[in-house]
Nanobody, 126 residues
Framework: QLQLVESGGGLVQPGGSLRLSCVAS????????IGWFREVPGKEREGVSC????????NYADSVKGRFTISRDNSKHSVFLQMDNLLPEDTAVYYC???????????????????WGTGTRVTASS
């Protein structure tokens, strides 16, 4: 079982950057695919990015490709989401989630994620 805690959210002007962190406690972090999801009130939660286990593979939602970068440091039980050139439409609560998987490609279907953090709020506004 994993417990996940997100941090790094905040208020930033459009065009700015933030780096989100997701720190896990528990056993077996290296066996989990980790995904970032975001939610806006009144809309469905959407997948943003996913990273597999070693060797790492990644995928991104079309809306964030070229602007967001996901990475992981298994020695620190952490996954990061570097968000550059933030847009107002990136404003949301961001969650990290974990799914134990041996798949080679990054695979983070929302309905199959096993553990979730409590979220960190990101606001891109002038």
């Amino acid at each position: 079982q994993l417990q996940l805690v997100e941090s790094g959210g905040g208020l930033v002007q459009p065009g700015g950057s933030l780096r989100l962190s997701c720190v896990a406690s528990g056993f077996g972090f290296g066996y989990y695919h980790i995904g970032w999801f975001r939610e806006v009130p009144g809309k469905e939660r959407e997948g943003v990015s996913c990273i597999s286990t070693h060797p790492t593979k990644t995928n991104y939602a079309d809306s964030v490709k070229g602007r967001f970068t996901i990475s992981r440091d298994n020695s620190k039980h952490s996954v990061f989401l570097q968000m550059d050139n933030l847009l107002p439409e990136d404003t949301a609560v961001y969650y990290c989630a974990a799914r134990r998987s041996y798949a080679y490609e990054a695979n983070c279907p929302q309905a199959d994620m096993h553990f979730w953090g409590t979220g960190t709020r990101v606001t891109a506004s002038s």
